[in-house]
């Protein structure tokens, strides 16, 4: 086997459940799960119908380019939302088709690191986990960037020391950020960028969250946005990946991107076709559907708008909670063990969150996810609401 495997920490989902086996919520409360990054909205409906049509051609083996007509609606839709006039995204060698995300972060590490060069890759402090086991498992040295109150949530890039920067092949940033809900600017995608050219390693911005914002004139800008206007037309060294799963509410269609760099795109369609990922044509065509409508994604931000409107006034009488710029997450800070509270919210009010340093690591002295939880608002409105009642009341019979 593997050893690297040996390094691997137990899933944030698998740590949870064991903290609360053995624990007795009150049977007459039904369980509200804010735990789990999963949308709970309903699906657009033209894109099941899609899907639905589209059966009869799972008769047939996909490309693992995928679809020239879904490569153009991702362009398209990518061009729409993220790049300024003038910008180019080549749907033939800019961008690819991944089943989710999180199956192509996980790969792209595998094609990017040699691990004969003693090679790190950098992430921010709380992460996805996907980019630490992605790290273990390609052979390289995981670096945390701890994102705190102090960095107001942002990986700090210039207290990295420059030796760690020199061994440096893959930098993973996240926009908006999960769980913190930071946004990225432009200015600091820049910097970044410069950092690559300096030192010669790729970065790999995870914007599944990108579409899920609250100030509608304020959308996240991308990595791509901020390459395209420091001159770098090509995207050289940039790869954004993106998805369904939070645009559109499709978690379970396994549908997302990679585009940029062209060099880049080029050598992982190798390395993929060999690891054999190919989307099935159903899921392309339903994505296709999906990627070419603004509409239902617009309507769902308005929902995690309401959500946040209607939840927040409740939790700031008992906890200092504040908005988050893009994405669905709350990321408050609740004053003790966020395990044990974790467990007693279970207990005593059938709400399942997740305790915040189950998210992080220990680095650089501290675990920056200690004393935090994470509470996802993906119910129905009505769910998130009473969530926000039996928090609040069990937060005020502690005090």
Same mark, same amino acid.
């Given at each position: ?58 008769? @047939? ?63 921010? %402090? ?48 996240? @926009? ?55 001159? %770098? ?167």
């Amino acid at each position: 086997m593997n050893p690297a495997l040996q390094r691997l920490q137990a899933y944030p989902f698998e740590r949870l459940r064991r903290l609360l086996a053995g624990a007795q919520p009150p049977a007459g409360l039904a369980g509200i799960a804010l735990s789990i990054g999963e949308p709970r909205h309903q699906p657009p409906a033209f894109v099941l119908a899609s899907l639905r049509e589209s059966l009869a051609q799972l008769d @047939s083996y996909p490309s693992t380019r995928g679809l020239a007509a879904l490569r153009a609606a991702m362009a398209a839709a990518l061009s729409r939302r993220l790049l300024p006039p003038g910008a180019v995204l080549d749907p033939e060698s800019m961008v690819l088709p991944v089943n989710g995300t999180r199956e192509g972060l996980f790969a792209l590490v595998q094609a990017v690191i040699d691990p004969a060069e003693g090679a790190v890759v950098a992430m921010p %402090n709380p992460f996805y986990q996907i980019y630490e086991g992605a790290a273990l498992l390609a052979g390289a040295e995981p670096y945390f960037l701890n994102t705190t109150a102090a960095t107001d949530y942002l990986p700090d890039l210039d207290a990295v020391p420059q030796a760690i920067w020199r061994r440096c092949r893959l930098l993973f940033l996240c @926009s908006p950020g999960n769980p913190t809900g930071a946004v990225l600017s432009l200015a600091y995608f820049a910097r970044a960028i410069e950092l690559a050219e300096r030192h010669d390693f790729v970065i790999a911005a995870d914007e599944c969250y990108a579409d899920l914002y609250l100030d509608e004139s304020q959308p996240p800008p991308s990595l791509l946005r901020a390459a395209f206007e420091a001159g %770098n037309s090509e995207y050289r060294r940039c790869l954004v990946f993106h998805s369904l799963s939070k645009r559109s509410s499709l978690p379970g269609l396994r549908s997302g991107l990679v585009a940029g760099d062209p060099a880049l795109i080029e050598r992982f369609l190798l390395y993929r076709t060999y690891h054999g990922c190919a989307m099935p044509l159903p899921t392309q065509l339903a994505s296709i559907a999906a990627w070419s409508d603004e509409a239902h994604v617009a309507d769902n931000r308005r929902l995690y708008r309401q959500k946040f409107e209607q939840v927040l006034p409740i939790l700031r009488q008992v906890l200092p909670v504040q908005r988050p710029a893009g994405g669905f997450y709350l990321w408050p800070d609740i004053g003790g063990d966020d395990a044990l509270f974790t467990r007693a919210l279970f207990e005593r009010a059938h709400l399942t969150i997740l305790p915040g340093s189950y998210l992080a690591r220990d680095a650089h002295g501290e675990n920056p996810g200690r004393g935090r939880v994470r509470i996802s608002l993906v119910p129905e409105l009505g769910q998130c609401v009473e969530a926000a009642l039996r928090l609040r009341a069990f937060i005020a019979s502690r005090s």
